[in-house]
């Protein structure tokens, strides 16, 4: 029933222009309400892109940007692309936040890569957005347009509308607004304007009021008088826009210059997806989070409640949605049992929400909340993150119970844990510790005993060794260093002036040596530049040695100081899985040791080495002392 009615509206509405450049509902109030954490997977109603990208400032591992409109999405896939491809002031000019008059050629620079489909829209209506922007020719834009040029000029002057939006106290706001803006010939002109035979017309789409049951224009103006007469209006962009048809030095959230280069580092974790919000979840999996946008709206009740399960039955427990009611009332914790409504945090939102003309945001949280993150690792295996230091819902155990319960249902085969997402971040649980080292994990028994008094088994076994003392040369491995060094091999440490080549050296070899790890699953390059660009300011060089033949990378160790215990920490010790390649490892290692003994560091911790590896055998045979385990848990479902 719902598929059809869905497909009614893609039929009966047109598809096949921009209907928004731009979106009208708050980014901020959107990032508190659905408290996205790092490694969490969203879904977000697509619509012009701006607040797919604001999202991407809570770090999430992978936002899937969906929309019914091709046309949106390609919209979409233009804007990242700019972001991507330009500097901050040409981005800002290309979208026609600033003037510019060479949009063809900044076009040029991004149209390699578009899909074909968005290169051939836009190509074709360049003459239409060329001298403007794009951010101004969406139906709704042009509609506001209309009526900041043609209509309020008839009501107020300019100079007026700028008194209006010059910042103010609460109270010189509202007397400027009783007294000299809200006359009885901007009444009679906004509702005509706003009415729902002039806004099907020029603005939405007759369809999408087809469930407003209420008049319309006398919401809308109800609505704009709230923030016409308060101070916040100085600052809203989104009245300033409908206003002026602009919006002036109010950039928004995705743009301000605090926030530019964090999601341009991060934007390449946006899919695009054709259809409506609620298919995706078969391709992509069950979500952390959703943002709706306004779409129960145009909706009748029949369809609202099963789109509403199907959105609920993809959650993971603790998802949250979050969504706009205009003129229809939807609420998902009315129609759907597992939803809580989150009363308290809507109230405080819907006060600091610039979208003034809806009536309401409202957040869900879907079934109860656990004290740990969960990750889809693959169609039949979750991982369990670490429980939060400040849980304070059920006992660790029960939420484990719980979670086996519901995965079970879900058709999942597996448990493992604890584990934030996948193997490139933190994972195992510390069962014994003799010495705590700097970058190790913290000891905690309770947790440790939650998992398995939950049924959780140990899957995989990691141990820590400590060397008291590094040994003198060793002669077999003088021996097979000579041997490498006549097949070619070169030792040299980090170079930190070319970081990102040696980084990306580093990240072709992680990918080929560990793919055979328990549970492993790849990284993208910007995600693993990201990840070492955070601690990059703690790296010496000097204790990251690299093997190269003729300038290809055959083998890594990354190890550091520890200074309280005045030992080094061999973290990661990588080589090709070349059989030429044999005892590389080990050579690398000691040479960094014997580099540590000459500077009178005498201790080495060759930190997490799994209970198969070839490290853990290198380790045994120069006499390390196991000092901690680690324990990676799972459950069969």
Same mark, same amino acid.
């Given at each position: 029933?719902?598929?059809?009615?869905?497909?009614?509206?893609?039929?009966?509405?047109?598809?096949?222009?921009?209907?928004?450049? #731009?979106?009208w509902e708050d980014p901020v109030v959107l990032l508190q309400a659905l408290n996205i954490e790092k490694n969490d997977q969203v879904l977000s109603i697509a619509s012009a892109g701006d607040n797919c990208f604001s999202l991407l400032m809570a770090d999430p591992k992978l936002i899937v940007a969906a929309d019914i409109n091709p046309v949106q999405l390609h919209l979409t896939e233009l804007k990242i692309k700019a972001i991507q491809e330009l500097s901050y002031q040409e981005v800002l000019a290309f979208l026609g936040y600033s003037s510019e008059s060479n949009r063809a050629e900044l076009f040029n620079k991004i149209e390699p890569h578009l899909s074909k489909e968005a290169a051939h829209y836009f190509r074709n209506s360049l003459p239409t957005w060329e001298k403007t922007g794009i951010i101004h020719q969406g139906k709704f834009e042009k509609y506001f347009q209309i009526f900041s040029r043609k209509v309020l000029p008839l009501i107020h002057s300019y100079k007026t509308i700028e008194q209006?939006?010059?910042?103010?106290?609460?109270?010189?706001?509202?007397?400027?607004?009783?007294?000299?803006w809200n006359t009885w010939r901007w009444r009679w002109l906004f509702k005509l304007f706003f009415s729902r035979t002039v806004m099907g017309w020029l603005g939405r789409d007759p369809e999408f009021l087809k469930?407003?049951?209420?008049?319309?224009s006398e919401f809308i103006l109800r609505q704009a008088e709230i923030h016409l007469s308060s101070s916040r209006a100085a600052q809203n962009p989104f009245l300033r826009y409908n206003l002026t048809g602009s919006f002036g030095t109010l950039l928004p959230h995705y743009l301000q210059p605090e926030n530019f280069e964090f999601i341009k580092d991060r934007i390449h974790r946006i899919s695009l997806f054709h259809g409506f919000a609620e298919d995706a979840i078969a391709q992509y999996g069950h979500f952390h989070a959703m943002n709706l946008s306004n779409i129960f709206e145009y909706m009748n009740v029949q369809e609202f409640e099963q789109t509403a399960?199907?959105?609920?039955?993809?959650?993971?427990?603790?998802?949250?949605l979050a969504y706009w009611n205009l003129m229809v009332k939807r609420r998902c914790s009315e129609v759907v049992a597992?939803?809580?409504?989150?009363?308290?945090?809507?109230?405080?939102?819907?006060?600091?929400?610039?979208?003034?003309?809806y009536s #309401?945001? /409202?957040?869900? /949280?879907?079934?109860?909340s656990f004290d740990f993150g969960i990750y889809r690792l693959n169609s039949e295996t979750l991982a369990v993150g670490y429980p939060s230091k400040e849980g304070s819902n059920l006992n660790l155990t029960e939420q484990l119970k719980a979670l086996t319960l519901w995965a079970k249902n879900e058709g999942f085969k597996h448990l493992i844990g604890p584990m934030n997402g996948s193997t490139w971040e933190n994972y195992r649980l510390k069962t014994s510790s003799h010495r705590i080292f700097l970058g190790d994990l913290s000891y905690q028994p309770q947790v440790v005993e939650s998992f398995e008094s939950a049924g959780f088994k140990t899957i995989e076994r990691y141990v820590s060794a400590l060397m008291h003392e590094i040994p003198g040369s060793i002669s077999r491995l003088d021996e097979r260093k000579s041997q490498l060094e006549k097949q070619g091999i070169k030792f040299r440490h980090l170079n930190m002036e070319s970081w990102e080549q040696e980084l990306q050296k580093i990240h072709e070899l992680s990918l080929v040596a560990f793919q055979n790890n328990p549970f492993y699953t790849p990284i993208l390059w910007k995600d693993f530049l990201l990840k070492y660009n955070e601690i990059k300011q703690f790296i010496d060089p000097q204790w990251v040695l690299l093997a190269e033949l003729e300038q290809n990378l055959q083998g890594f160790v990354f190890a550091y100081l520890d200074l309280e215990y005045k030992c080094i920490i061999m973290k990661t010790v990588a080589r090709k899985p070349d059989f030429r390649l044999g005892g590389l490892g080990l050579v690398m290692t000691d040479i960094l040791q014997q580099k540590a003994k000459k500077e009178g560091i005498f201790q080495v911790v060759h930190s997490f080495m799994h209970q198969d590896a070839a490290s853990l055998r290198c380790s045994e045979s120069l006499e390390a002392e196991i000092i901690s385990e680690y324990h990676l848990y799972g459950i069969e479902l």
């Amino acid at each position: 029933m719902a598929e059809q009615s869905e497909l009614n509206i893609s039929q009966k509405a047109s598809f096949d222009f921009i209907r928004y450049a #731009t979106v009208w509902e708050d980014p901020v109030v959107l990032l508190q309400a659905l408290n996205i954490e790092k490694n969490d997977q969203v879904l977000s109603i697509a619509s012009a892109g701006d607040n797919c990208f604001s999202l991407l400032m809570a770090d999430p591992k992978l936002i899937v940007a969906a929309d019914i409109n091709p046309v949106q999405l390609h919209l979409t896939e233009l804007k990242i692309k700019a972001i991507q491809e330009l500097s901050y002031q040409e981005v800002l000019a290309f979208l026609g936040y600033s003037s510019e008059s060479n949009r063809a050629e900044l076009f040029n620079k991004i149209e390699p890569h578009l899909s074909k489909e968005a290169a051939h829209y836009f190509r074709n209506s360049l003459p239409t957005w060329e001298k403007t922007g794009i951010i101004h020719q969406g139906k709704f834009e042009k509609y506001f347009q209309i009526f900041s040029r043609k209509v309020l000029p008839l009501i107020h002057s300019y100079k007026t509308i700028e008194q209006l939006l010059t910042p103010k106290s609460e109270h010189e706001q509202r007397q400027f607004f009783l007294r000299h803006w809200n006359t009885w010939r901007w009444r009679w002109l906004f509702k005509l304007f706003f009415s729902r035979t002039v806004m099907g017309w020029l603005g939405r789409d007759p369809e999408f009021l087809k469930q407003v049951e209420i008049p319309v224009s006398e919401f809308i103006l109800r609505q704009a008088e709230i923030h016409l007469s308060s101070s916040r209006a100085a600052q809203n962009p989104f009245l300033r826009y409908n206003l002026t048809g602009s919006f002036g030095t109010l950039l928004p959230h995705y743009l301000q210059p605090e926030n530019f280069e964090f999601i341009k580092d991060r934007i390449h974790r946006i899919s695009l997806f054709h259809g409506f919000a609620e298919d995706a979840i078969a391709q992509y999996g069950h979500f952390h989070a959703m943002n709706l946008s306004n779409i129960f709206e145009y909706m009748n009740v029949q369809e609202f409640e099963q789109t509403a399960q199907k959105l609920v039955s993809g959650l993971f427990p603790g998802g949250r949605l979050a969504y706009w009611n205009l003129m229809v009332k939807r609420r998902c914790s009315e129609v759907v049992a597992d939803c809580t409504e989150q009363t308290n945090l809507m109230s405080e939102l819907r006060l600091k929400d610039d979208g003034y003309f809806y009536s #309401t945001i /409202v957040t869900d /949280v879907c079934l109860k909340s656990f004290d740990f993150g969960i990750y889809r690792l693959n169609s039949e295996t979750l991982a369990v993150g670490y429980p939060s230091k400040e849980g304070s819902n059920l006992n660790l155990t029960e939420q484990l119970k719980a979670l086996t319960l519901w995965a079970k249902n879900e058709g999942f085969k597996h448990l493992i844990g604890p584990m934030n997402g996948s193997t490139w971040e933190n994972y195992r649980l510390k069962t014994s510790s003799h010495r705590i080292f700097l970058g190790d994990l913290s000891y905690q028994p309770q947790v440790v005993e939650s998992f398995e008094s939950a049924g959780f088994k140990t899957i995989e076994r990691y141990v820590s060794a400590l060397m008291h003392e590094i040994p003198g040369s060793i002669s077999r491995l003088d021996e097979r260093k000579s041997q490498l060094e006549k097949q070619g091999i070169k030792f040299r440490h980090l170079n930190m002036e070319s970081w990102e080549q040696e980084l990306q050296k580093i990240h072709e070899l992680s990918l080929v040596a560990f793919q055979n790890n328990p549970f492993y699953t790849p990284i993208l390059w910007k995600d693993f530049l990201l990840k070492y660009n955070e601690i990059k300011q703690f790296i010496d060089p000097q204790w990251v040695l690299l093997a190269e033949l003729e300038q290809n990378l055959q083998g890594f160790v990354f190890a550091y100081l520890d200074l309280e215990y005045k030992c080094i920490i061999m973290k990661t010790v990588a080589r090709k899985p070349d059989f030429r390649l044999g005892g590389l490892g080990l050579v690398m290692t000691d040479i960094l040791q014997q580099k540590a003994k000459k500077e009178g560091i005498f201790q080495v911790v060759h930190s997490f080495m799994h209970q198969d590896a070839a490290s853990l055998r290198c380790s045994e045979s120069l006499e390390a002392e196991i000092i901690s385990e680690y324990h990676l848990y799972g459950i069969e479902l």
